[in-house]
């Protein structure tokens, strides 16, 4: 019987010990955690954000998350490992802009497989381009931004000081590029 105390005795003293052990590893594990450098908004200059400015209020606090992408990308038969760079989206912001969207599309006319005016010009096409096989899907305006067949917006921000230039001179070249194209001379045959 002595045996059998001593033995259960040292069992119980065993296990104390072995969860001081490991209560001080996680202890120190969390110090560690705690000492390395705190992320902040440096971490984030240059990062690009999903939704426009004007989505996010003056004061509040929103948190941004990486936004979902695919992990593998295929172009033809070649299939890569996806290395667009990384957005941070609001997922309130974006179930909001996605509601809007399906609102939108859902008050476009339906297909009719014997509707052959689709491919016609119509009043309504503000672009004077006929409408494609599965018009559906091409881009369309919501609340004057453009939004493209994926759904998700064009365009965003992008964080930090070098983003703000990186902005102005993504807008100055679109503007050279449609004046270059504006002022290029179309030659007619002689």
Do not use: C
Not at 98 to 103: G, N, P, Q, T, V
Not at 155 to 174: T, V
């Amino acid at each position: 019987v002595d045996n059998a105390v001593s033995w259960v005795n040292r069992s119980r003293q065993t296990q104390k010990e072995m969860a001081e052990k490991l209560a001080r590893q996680l202890q120190e594990q969390d110090d560690a955690a705690q000492e390395a450098e705190e992320y902040t908004s440096a971490n984030l200059r240059g990062m690009k954000v999903q939704h426009d400015a004007d989505a996010f209020e003056e004061g509040d606090t929103v948190i941004l998350t990486l936004a979902d992408k695919r992990v593998l990308r295929k172009e033809g038969d070649d299939v890569d490992a996806n290395d667009e760079e990384d957005e941070l989206e609001n997922i309130h912001i974006a179930e909001v802009e996605k509601d809007k969207r399906a609102k939108e599309r859902a008050q476009r006319p339906r297909n009719i497989a014997t509707d052959d005016d689709e491919f016609k010009k119509s009043p309504a096409d503000l672009h004077g381009k006929p409408k494609s096989f599965l018009s559906k899907y091409d881009d369309f305006v919501v609340d004057g931004k453009k939004v493209g067949g994926d759904g998700k917006p064009a365009g965003g921000i992008r964080l930090g000081e070098d983003a703000a230039r990186e902005q102005r001179q993504a807008q100055i070249r679109a503007r050279l590029t449609a004046a270059a194209a504006a002022a290029t001379p179309v030659r007619r045959p002689s």
